[in-house]
């Protein structure tokens, strides 16, 4: 059984930072492209980021590009988001999740996501 | 970058099929892939690739694709389905969601 258990959230200023963790189990998962996707209160989801199976490439939504930094640890089945620059605007609940790809005609990366963990709150504030 | 569009709410009856639409210029070169999302829990992938369903997912949830719409069904829907349902296409594009409310 594919499970994904998220960890690290809780409660930071602005402007400070936060590593948020994630371990998989259940499938292998130095095969696997990763994802970070959150849900705001009361909003939609939004992919944040991609990483490939052996890191050779990430991808950011704009938002927090310069400030966020996906990684992994294949030996740990882990993967990670490292956060700085932390503003009202990043709370939310990041979830990490599954992510199989294909490539394009182009040589981009088309991402999904299959499974998701539970989710670990972020809240920014004063 | 481009967006994806769909309908705030839908409201059905029990038993009625309640349909999803997702709209993007994307779509006829990209799959669609669909999340359903309750309160406090992970998202499921309810459909994948326009109209695949992952195993597990109970048979009247069907999706369909056409130009640049794309559609999640509900056929007979149940009070449990009742969530908020994301569109989404490969370029890390989420529709706004639609709460569905079966009542």
């Known amino acids: 059984e594919v499970q994904l258990v998220e960890s690290g959230g809780g409660l930071v200023q602005p402007g400070g930072s936060l590593r948020l963790s994630c371990v998989a189990s259940?499938?292998?998962?130095?095969?696997?492209?990763m994802s970070w996707v959150r849900q705001a209160p009361g909003k939609g989801l939004e992919w944040v980021a991609n990483i490939k199976h052996d890191e050779s490439e990430k991808y950011y939504v704009d938002s927090v590009k310069g400030r966020f930094t996906i990684f992994r640890d294949n030996a740990r089945d882990s993967l990670f988001l490292q956060m700085h620059s932390l503003g009202a605007e990043d709370t939310a609940v990041y979830y990490c999740a599954r992510a199989p790809a294909t490539y394009g005609a182009s040589s981009e990366p088309y991402v999904h996501f299959d499974y998701w963990g539970q989710g670990t709150l972020v809240t920014v504030s004063s | 970058s481009y967006e994806l569009t769909q309908p705030p709410s839908v409201s059905v009856s029990p038993g009625q099929t309640a349909r999803i639409t997702c709209s993007g210029d994307?779509?006829?070169?990209?799959?669609a892939y669909w999340y359903q999302k309750k309160s406090g829990q992970a998202p499921v992938l309810v459909i994948y690739?326009?109209?695949k369903r992952p195993s597990g997912i109970p048979e009247r949830f069907s999706g369909s694709s056409s130009g640049t719409m794309a559609t999640l069904t509900i056929s007979g829907a149940q009070v449990d389905d009742e969530g908020d349902y994301y569109c989404y296409s490969t370029d890390g594009v989420f529709g706004g969601g639609t709460k569905v409310t079966v009542l």
């Open positions: 690739e326009d109209s």
């Open positions: 994307a779509l006829p070169k990209k799959y």
């Open positions: 259940g499938f292998t998962f130095s095969s696997y492209w």
